[in-house]
């Protein structure tokens, strides 16, 4: 197959193993190598060609962190055990059967994308996957992260929020800290619903970051902080009603009905 954006959409649709073949020109030298095997490995996986000029091709290339001056390259991609998982071949180093069949008896290091980590800066600190995890679980500060993408037009609003957040909150709470992570460039094992996304990791509980419900209402920030956090210096606008924590009893029954259950449940036992 020639790549185009109706198979990078069935790779992700249909999650088929896929071998992705980056070469300067199409049934190259990669492609050639395979020899009379090429019709064994289009039985296990789908086969995909490409010299980075057809539409999707930056997609792709992006998820191996591949240029044209590292063609020719060599990545797999499956959905194995529910996720997306990727495989690459080393730089300068294509041997196809050789990567495949490695593949196939789960010999192969999975490949993880990274930015560089950038130096360490004031206001909104900017983190890729190599520091994402000690940043976050740094346990003397609540972590805001902000999660971004290249094709999200609403991110822009984010970086904006949180700039407004860290200049407001910069005199008078210190154990706050702001990030943000572009999850196109960094490869982060968490599912998103859309993007821009929020997570607040506290400093006693980082295991369970609290998603904030409110994206794209950027004026409630901080007092959906200050609800997390209990922090009533960063008060900034009320919060909604439908997202206020909810009293005992203040759902589909009302607080006579549960008594009464429980009063049958304790006579029961």
Request: proline share 6%; net charge negative.
């Amino acid at each position: 197959l020639t790549l185009d954006e109706n198979v990078t959409e069935e790779t992700h649709r249909k999650r088929h193993p896929t071998v992705f073949i980056f070469d300067k020109k199409h049934n190259g030298d990669v492609v050639q190598s395979f020899g009379t095997d090429l019709f064994l490995y289009k039985q296990k996986m789908r086969l995909v060609q490409t010299d980075l000029s057809e539409a999707g091709a930056d997609y792709v290339a992006s998820l191996f962190a591949v240029t044209e001056s590292s063609l020719p390259v060599m990545g797999i991609v499956d959905f194995r055990y529910g996720k997306l998982r990727k495989f690459k071949t080393e730089p300068g180093r294509v041997k196809p059967k050789e990567f495949i069949d490695k593949y196939f008896a789960e010999k192969l290091p999975e490949f993880f994308t990274s930015e560089p980590i950038p130096p360490t800066t004031s206001g909104v600190q900017v983190v890729v996957r190599d520091n994402f995890e000690r940043t976050v679980k740094d346990r003397s500060k609540h972590v805001v992260a902000g999660f971004v993408s290249d094709t999200c037009i609403y991110c822009k609003e984010l970086h904006a929020a949180f700039d407004t957040a860290v200049e407001k909150l910069k005199k008078s709470v210190t154990d706050i800290k702001f990030v943000k992570i572009n999850i196109d460039k960094n490869d982060i094992d968490m599912q998103f619903k859309s993007m821009p996304a929020i997570y607040l990791y506290k400093k006693d509980d980082k295991s369970n970051p609290v998603e904030y419900p409110l994206i794209r209402d950027w004026d409630v920030l901080l007092s959906w902080l200050e609800q997390q956090l209990d922090k009533k210096e960063i008060f900034n606008k009320p919060i909604p009603e439908e997202y206020k924590p909810k009293p005992v009893g203040d759902g589909i029954f009302p607080p006579e009905v549960i008594d009464k259950v429980l009063d049958e449940i304790s006579t029961e036992l």
